[in-house]
């Protein structure tokens, strides 16, 4: 890679001999893509990396190193989920002590050092930091070091910013440097499709069904969907984007998509065309309803007893937007009345960012879905499964990517509402 004397200075430990380090690691990284030069980061950073588990010893020596040399980010940065909400999501005595003696041990220490190399807020932890109330947006062209999947999809294809799907610990060591490697995603040519997707349903596919289906096709692509706007509309409206922001991360969880282009909506589909951005071998997947019903169908079911109802619900992964919890409280008090209910019949936990939360804790409305027994809460689902005892638990939940990376079983909008509101619910 070609370096600035600048950047040569840092490799060469003229600033510090952990900043060479870090330096080492960035290109290091980016010789192994055949990344050309580092290029500067125009916007704020979100780590990947939200949880304090005890077993990661080098990640909190390396930031008490980073601290130790005084350093800081060059942009300041948000961060993925918290794991842990006891006020909100129940546990038991056991659960209690594996997830902070045992699981989360060092949750407070890690904060704190993320604190002081530049966290922007003290709340600023979730994966939806580019949803309008955490204000973490890039804008179209901005070049970023974000590394969470579902946020990095979303930044790509929704905003129209550039990002590599980036690990842990580069999008932090990315962040201090203020500049990451020049290769894939950030590139032209690395942006333009290897699949045209060609959307054939009746009607507006379930959004993380219809992810999935194109992940688990294109694994890492770039797929180009024609059709979807056919549902969707060619306006970037709130329902469009949260339907892409759930579309996106199945993508992303299924598959290990970074990007994709949905034609006459996003950014860059309706500013280049497909002719210019799907490449001249591109391969094509089509989608009919049968076939979303196959995948659909191709879940396996983990539950231990499968014949048995759901223990505890989860909705909200990504982190829900606004509109999306206030549809949902909607719907899941109007449902139980219409079913002669007052309470949910499972255990819910709508999961949305600490902004977001804070916001409807102020409505009418959170009240009323209080009442039903549901809760809201910010933590990530995905970080409760990871230990082993609560993960043993029935758990339902309407996104791919939880169901991908857990024991829990997928259920779509429509099953999760009656599964949650009705005496006998979906099994
Ligand atoms: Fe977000 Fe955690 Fe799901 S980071 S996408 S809530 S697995």
Known sequence: MKLTLEEQ???NGEKGETLAKIMRTVVEFGDIFGAEKLVEITHDAHLVTSFGIGLIKPLFRIMDEIIGAGIKSKVKFTVDPRPIDYKNVKCGPLNKLIFSKIMYSQQKRYEEQLRKIGLRGKDDFTCTCYLDEVKNTPKMGDILCWAESSAVVYANSVLGARCNRNSGMLDIFSAI???????????DE????????EVKTTKLPEAQVLGSAIGLKVMEDVPYVVGLDKFLGNKLDHNAKDYLKDFGAATASNGAVGLYHINGLTPEAVKYGKEELVKDNAKVYVIDDAELERVKNSYPILWKKSEKKAQLAFIGCPHLSYTQLENWANDIINELQKNGLKKVQVRTILTTSPHVKAKFEKTKLYNSLIKTGARVSSICPL???NNPIAGKRRIATSSNKLRTYSSSRYYTNAEMLELVCSKGGAK
Do not use: N, S
């Not at 440097?177 to 590139?187: A, D, I, S």
């Open 190 to 197: 690395g942006r333009k499709a290897d699949w045209v997707i």
């Open 383 to 385: 970080m409760y499964t």
């Open 9 to 11: 200075k840092i490799l």
């Open 177 to 187: 440097l203020g500049k990451v490697p020049y290769f894939g995603l950030l590139t």
